[in-house]
């Protein structure tokens, strides 16, 4: 069993940036993917980012480019999503997701997930 939890989401102005965390507890995989998603009200649950944990390679959707960051603590077990110049679209439910083995995925295709954390772009 995995256990995820997500902080670092809050209220932030348009422009502004934030910082989110996940940090992953319970049994260890030998290969794992950790990847962040966000659903935003109305809205189905879309990919934002992921990270192969073994190589650090990072995969983003189109519309984060360029914003967002996604990077890891190898020691700390812990995977980050750097976001930059929010817009308000960016307005959502963020959710943590590990995903066993190495193959990266968009879709909902993960294992584990944590409770989520909100994150509020206001203009």
């Known amino acids: 069993q995995v256990q995820l939890e997500e902080s670092g989401g809050g209220l932030v102005q348009a422009g502004g940036s934030l910082r989110l965390s996940c940090a992953a507890s319970?049994?260890?995989?030998?290969?794992?993917?950790m990847g962040w998603f966000r659903q935003a009200p109305g809205k189905e649950r879309e990919f934002v980012a992921a990270?192969?944990?073994?190589?650090?390679?990072?995969y983003y959707a189109d519309s984060v480019k360029g914003r967002f960051t996604i990077s890891r603590d190898n020691a700390k077990n812990t995977v980050y999503l750097q976001m930059n110049s929010l817009k308000p679209e960016d307005t959502a439910v963020y959710y943590c997701?590990?995903?066993?083995?190495?193959?990266?995925?968009?879709?909902?295709?993960?294992?584990?997930w944590g409770q989520g954390t909100q994150v509020t772009v206001s203009s």
């Open positions: 997701a590990l995903r066993i083995g190495t193959v990266v995925t968009t879709t909902h295709r993960y294992d584990y």
């Open positions: 319970g049994r260890t995989f030998s290969s794992y993917v």
């Open positions: 990270i192969a944990w073994s190589g650090g390679r990072a």
